[in-house]
């Protein structure tokens, strides 16, 4: 069965500071990979996504991630983090041949921004 | 105008109560879907739909019934709520298969 595992459920990071994310998922054929971020009080606003081609996909925020097959992973990344990027941040996987388009969801990180 | 909208926003009722989630999309997407969200477990599909006449169950759809009333609507109800169903509650739209799913604000239900 498909899975998603955010290993870390809450990180905190200096203002200034650079970022990653882990992602790690399990799904036997190509997946299709997602990186969602909620703020506070809001919906979930995709940051990127990978479907094929370079693995270094770049997002919207400065945002970028990279899939590595045989890791199963893919970190998402950011050189300079910004207050306003203090959200909940989640990874999710598709079926990659596309006949459902359901996604499922790792558990979540909490990102904290220090000043 | 956002383009996935869900009313109610918040949403306090008590156990056994019936009660109602509207989603609305002005993106004319097909596929539709309910999601819950759980501190620490992240968001779970309950139910989805491919077009009016296509719904189908997702990971955790007991206690659950949707309607797709048109291509552009698409309810959650609970039949008899229960405080277990307190949650965060999303919809969700997508077109083509596998391509991005775009998400309204959310509905915050607590039930007593």
């Known amino acids: 069965a498909q899975s998603v595992t955010q290993p870390d459920i809450h990180i905190t990071v200096s203002e200034g500071a650079s970022l990653e994310l882990r992602c790690n998922y399990s799904y036997g054929a190509t997946p299709y990979l997602f990186w969602y971020v909620q703020s506070p009080g809001q919906g979930l606003q995709l940051l990127l996504k990978?479907?094929?081609?370079?693995?270094l996909v770049q997002g919207i925020k400065g945002f970028e991630a990279e899939f590595k097959r045989s890791q199963s992973s893919f970190n998402l990344r950011k050189p300079s983090v910004h207050w306003s990027d203090a959200a909940e941040y989640f990874c999710a996987v598709a079926d990659g041949s596309g006949n459902t388009g359901k996604l499922i969801f790792g558990q979540g990180t909490t990102l904290q921004v220090k000043p | 105008d956002a383009d996935v909208t869900q009313t109610p926003r918040n949403r306090i009722t008590k156990t056994g109560k019936r009660i109602m989630l509207e989603c609305s999309q002005t993106k004319g997407h097909d596929r539709m879907y309910w999601y819950r969200q759980d501190p620490g477990l992240g968001l779970r599909l309950i139910y989805y739909?491919?077009?009016?006449?296509?719904?189908n169950k997702g990971e955790i759809s007991d206690g659950y019934s949707v309607s797709r009333q048109a291509q552009a609507k698409f309810s959650l109800s609970l039949e008899s709520a229960i405080p277990n169903q307190t949650a965060l509650y999303f919809c969700?739209?997508?077109?083509?298969?596998?391509?991005?799913?775009?998400f309204g604000p959310g509905t915050r239900l607590t039930v007593l």
């Open positions: 969700a739209t997508s077109d083509p298969p596998g391509d991005t799913q775009y």
């Open positions: 990978y479907f094929s081609g370079d693995t």
């Open positions: 739909s491919f077009d009016v006449k296509d719904i």
